[in-house]
């Protein structure tokens, strides 16, 4: 079986996108990273932060796993910052170390997103089409998710459900 893990990148730990991804794990047995816990700063093309959390987080997710979902909140219409400096910071192993990086090559992207409105507007995915072609990673797709009074509705859940068992799961 793969072996995937979602990324948290909500700047609350217990908000609207970890009761997503709650449900997520809940279907998928992935780990979880709350980035939010991690001291991770700007990159730097000194790499003056190269002693921040990143580059051992960076070998830990290319070492252990294969499959990578990104879970977002949206934040003035795109990924949230942490989120961002994040796939900043991967190119630290494309300047460097290049044979770390590399490893994205065999790797697999998905997306969750996560706002109050009921869907994402045109251009909210191409950061991560992108940036998964540049990586040489496989793009699985994207499941917009919506809390709406703190809740989950069914049909939300079942969504989750069907994104993880038709577009992650299946692709393993
Ligand atoms: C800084 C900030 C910016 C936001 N910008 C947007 C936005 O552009 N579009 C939107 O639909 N919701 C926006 N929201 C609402 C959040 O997407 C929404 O409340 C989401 O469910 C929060 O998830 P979280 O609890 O994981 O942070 C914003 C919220 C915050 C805190």
New binding site residues.
């Given amino acids: 079986m793969s072996r995937g893990v979602i990324i948290q990148a909500?700047?609350?730990n217990n908000?609207?996108?970890?009761k997503m991804v709650s449900v997520l794990q809940e279907h998928t047995g992935y780990d979880i990273i709350n980035l939010n816990k991690k001291n991770i700063g700007h990159f730097d093309y000194e790499f003056k932060n190269a002693q921040d959390d990143f580059k051992a987080l960076f070998i830990e997710i290319t070492d252990k796993y294969e499959t990578i979902v990104f879970a977002t909140?949206?934040?003035?219409?795109t990924m949230s910052g942490l989120l961002k400096v994040f796939l900043d910071r991967i190119s630290d192993f494309l300047y460097r170390e290049k044979d770390i990086g590399r490893r994205l090559r065999e790797m697999r992207m998905a997306v969750l997103s996560?706002?109050?409105?009921v869907s994402v507007f045109d251009g909210f995915l191409m950061p991560f089409e992108k940036s998964a072609e540049y990586l040489g990673m496989e793009y699985l797709g994207h499941i917009h998710t919506c809390?709406e009074n703190d809740t989950i509705s069914k049909e939300m859940e079942l969504m989750i459900k069907e994104f993880a068992n038709k577009r992650i799961l299946a692709h393993v």
């Fill in positions: 909500s700047s609350r908000g609207d996108t970890h909140p949206i934040y003035w219409y996560c706002s109050n409105e809390v």
